[in-house]
């Protein structure tokens, strides 16, 4: 007999028959559906953010839908006007127009971020699986490596990086992502050993699994919500992270726009021409708030489980 | 006859949480004379916790009373400030809560905890009230009561931090005592002790006790009357002679046939062993622990061997800390012995390792005491019973799919089970589907730690048949850990009876039973509870 055979069909035991248990009243789709959209409206903050950041979205992805200047070539009798009607948020020493120039360097600068977080999430989660998985020698070598990382300012490491990698944005990018690294391993590390250690992943492992499988079928899934948080979280940071960078010059080569170039080319003007550095500045704020306030959202649904 | 203490009339519960409203208790009327014990007996998910939770006024989150009534002692509690309910609880009804590794405050001194109800009500200013503690604590039953006052709860033991409960509900001398499942978490001799002990206290201080249990034979040892309770509704009450001798209901009757006793039969019958050869023979298996924190090491196991042979269930019985787990895990390969040898099938398998060690896995399978834990949540019930069939290459898909639908089926379960999740079966479909599982490699012996002792004692019924029929179809072996020794008598060859990792006796089921040789196996025997019902039933 091999292992597909049909074997002997026994008779199923009868369950004795009494009342089912009729307690139970799910409410319907509509009712159901109503709950967390009238739980939303009464959280005014998030519906705010979301808005905002679906304005960014459409900025970094069709920036000639926003305005109709140039970024790059400006208006020379046009030079340094305040906001008004023309200019939205007025224009810079060779006249461009500083709305324009936020609008097209959102796609720079939200690439940059989706990268950084990109290499943290993965690049981290790998470390920290690989730690927390295997354990005992390759563990304790990991996490004093980890150690080190976390005891280095961000803001430092970064530099550091991308002294060695370069100038240009991906540069930039890369060198964020990595300043977060150890904290996504950290965490999914812990997630890992906690994981592990559930019944199931150990009948699973009686099953037969194999070590890889178990990881990819049992531990991951379990493990990775809360890393999924914490990328959400990130992206407020990753971008004030860039934006730093680009301010400092480590971005993207003049006179392409960026969110953080904007601020540090106003600040020569920052007594006579204070809009240059403080609107570009406010939606970088804006957008970090913003994407925080999502990411706290998401926590509080759960995500985390 | 005395006036009611306390009385529920037409009571209704509602939990209401994410779009989903659950009728918890569905117009439960309830009588308690003082000075009486009544049981309130039901399944998980009958409501008899909800009862008991909603008079004291502490329903969890979500919970509300909807309907109905509650008096107490002429009052009335269903509507009551909380003001008003904090005056009586403590005070005029004592809480005995179900598991008591949970219930103490981890950070304050036995002694504090106890002397705390005195002081919220008054009764006793803070001087006195920790000389009162010491009273109360030996009048719980606790040698050197004035040390255990001193002293942490992680000190305690469980029996002993309950009777430390029992204590507290106790302090204040009240009317009446709730009891939610009191023992449910301590072993078959310490809940004994433990619930001999509550019954002379309330006896002296004619205290009326409301006691919640999901086991029949406890509250045929220990109540006047009993309430039965499904889905929300009392299904039968009476005197515990009259419900249990003669009930009237059909979900009584089956209750009553479910609950194992020492009383039934076999469900096996008396097989011979002679002729059937061994599979798995453990011999002189010992294993110690490393204490965490400390350079000592305790002895889980000590000088073990047992054979368990083919067709046959050998079964390993035991108090909590007795080593069993870990022999089953040594003989599973999950752990390592420090000493003796496993054998399976004539060949030593202590070393196995790798490839081989996986290969064993076909051959020998394990189910795990809670079902709620060994399936994992996001695969769907085919997944997790073609896992094996999935890591080892066997069929393709489709063949595995009707390997799936077969195995289904050998478990009782319908087919349209396969496709849902673990989290939408209750814990017996549960526990069938993680025996679909073992099965689907057929192997040649099962592991069962604790099958059942998760499950109410209707479906614990169910599983234990199933699997003496998964045994005659099938041929398999059985290795059954259980601390129950009604269980154990059912379905069992063999006996092996473990204490501090020693092996005290071991024998055919008859000879442990009605001629048991150590002193620790008749102290086993004796505390099943059941006695008082197998004389009724009479």
């Not at chain 2, 396969?418 to 069938?432: I, K, P, V, Y």
């Amino acid at each position: 007999m091999t292992l597909l055979d049909v074997g002997p069909a026994p008779q199923p035991v009868e369950a004795p028959e009494y009342p089912a248990d009729d307690r139970i009243r799910v409410r319907s789709r509509g009712q159901r559906l109503r709950g967390p959209l009238v739980a939303a409206l009464r959280k005014p903050g998030l519906v705010a953010s979301v808005l905002f950041l679906a304005l960014v979205l459409g900025w970094a992805l069709l920036p000639e839908l926003f305005t109709d200047h140039d970024p790059l070539v400006g208006v020379p009798r046009d030079k340094l006007r305040p906001p008004g009607g023309e200019y939205l948020f007025g224009t810079d020493h060779l006249g461009r127009d500083v709305f324009s120039r936020v609008v097209y360097g959102t796609a720079l600068s939200l690439q940059a971020t989706a990268i950084a977080v990109a290499v943290g999430l993965f690049a981290g989660s790998a470390i920290g699986v690989v730690s927390g998985f295997v354990g005992g020698r390759v563990d304790e070598v990991i996490m004093r490596f980890v150690d080190v990382l976390l005891s280095i300012p961000g803001l430092l490491l970064s530099l550091a990086v991308v002294t060695v990698l370069g100038f240009g944005t991906v540069n930039v990018a890369i060198a964020v992502g990595v300043a977060s690294v150890a904290s996504f391993a950290r965490l999914i590390r812990s997630d890992v050993l906690r994981t592990r250690t559930q019944t199931f992943v150990e009948a699973a492992a009686v099953c037969g699994v194999r070590r890889p499988a178990i990881l990819w079928r049992h531990v991951l899934p379990h493990s990775v919500g809360s890393v999924l948080v914490l990328a959400a979280l990130e992206f407020g940071t990753a971008i004030l992270a860039v934006s730093s960078l680009s301010f400092l010059g480590f971005g993207a080569p003049p006179p392409a726009p960026e969110w953080g170039a904007l601020v540090a080319e106003g600040r020569n003007y920052m007594v006579t021409a204070w809009w240059l550095t403080t609107l570009p500045g406010l939606v970088i704020a804006l957008a970090v708030l913003s994407a925080n306030r999502i990411a706290r959202a998401l926590d509080g649904l759960g995500w985390s489980r | 006859m005395s006036a009611p203490l306390l009385t529920l009339s037409g009571l209704h519960v509602t939990y209401r949480a994410h779009g989903v409203e659950v009728d918890a208790v569905r117009g439960v009327d309830l009588e308690l004379r003082p000075g009486e014990v009544v049981a309130l007996v039901g399944e998980s998910g009958s409501g008899k916790s909800t009862t008991a939770q909603s008079v004291i006024g502490l329903l969890p989150a979500g919970g509300a009373v909807t309907a109905g009534s509650i008096t107490f002692a002429g009052r009335e509690l269903a509507r009551a400030p909380e003001r008003v309910l904090r005056g009586i609880r403590g005070a005029e009804i004592g809480f005995v809560p179900q598991d008591p590794n949970l219930a103490l405050n981890p950070v304050k001194r036995i002694g504090e905890q106890v002397a705390e109800v005195l002081r919220v009500h008054g009764l006793a200013g803070r001087r006195e009230a920790a000389e009162l503690a010491v009273q109360i604590l030996e009048r719980a039953g606790l040698s050197h009561p004035r040390a255990r006052a001193r002293q942490y709860p992680h000190e305690l033991s469980g029996g002993m931090k309950q009777r430390v409960l029992i204590g507290i509900a106790l302090a204040c001398r009240p009317k009446l005592v709730i009891a939610d499942e009191p023992t449910s978490a301590l072993d078959v001799t310490v809940q004994k002790r433990v619930l001999d002990h509550l019954q002379r206290l309330t006896a002296e201080d004619n205290t009326a006790v409301l006691l919640i249990t999901h086991d029949l034979a406890v509250a045929a040892d220990r109540a006047d009357r009993i309430v039965v309770m499904r889905h929300g509704r009392v299904v039968e009450s009476g005197s515990t002679a009259a419900v249990l001798g003669a009930p009237s209901q059909p979900y009584t009757r089956s209750l009553l046939a479910a609950a194992p006793s020492l009383s039934d039969g076999s469900l096996v019958g008396t097989r011979t062993l002679d002729d059937a050869r061994e599979l798995l023979r453990l011999e002189h298996i010992g294993k110690r622990f490393d204490l965490p924190g400390s350079r000592e090491q305790t002895t889980a196991v000590d000088d073990v061997s047992l054979t368990v042979r083919r067709g046959r269930t050998y079964s390993l019985i035991g108090e909590s800390g007795s080593g069993k787990s870990t022999l089953a895990r040594i003989a599973m390969r999950l752990e390592d012995p420090d000493r003796g040898r496993v054998c399976f099938d004539g060949t030593d398998i202590t070393r196995l390792r790798g490839r081989a060690l996986r290969e064993l896995r076909r051959r020998v399978q394990l189910v795990y005491q809670n079902p709620y834990a060994s399936l994992d949540p996001r695969l769907r019930i085919d997944e997790v019973i073609a896992e094996p069939l999935r890591a080892f290459g066997i069929g393709d898909k489709a063949a595995r799919q009707r390997r799936v639908a077969e195995l289904l089926d050998q478990v009782a379960l319908p087919a349209a089970t396969a496709r849902r999740r673990a989290a939408e079966l209750s814990g017996g479909q549960r526990q069938r589907v993680a025996i679909a599982r073992a099965l689907a490699l057929q192997p040649e012996l099962l592991v069962l730690d604790e099958p059942v002792s998760a499950l109410d004692v209707s479906v614990q019924d169910q599983i234990l048949r199933l699997l003496v029929r998964l045994q005659q179809d099938l041929g398999l072996a059985y290795l059954f850990i259980s601390h129950d020794f009604a269980v154990v008598r059912q379905i069992s060859d063999e006996i092996g009876v473990l204490r501090r990792g020693r092996l005290v006796e071991q024998g055919p089921t008859a000879q442990v039973f009605d001629a048991p040789r150590h002193d620790y196996t008749r102290e086993l025997i004796a505390a099943v509870p059941g006695r008082a019902r197998t004389e009724v039933g009479r």
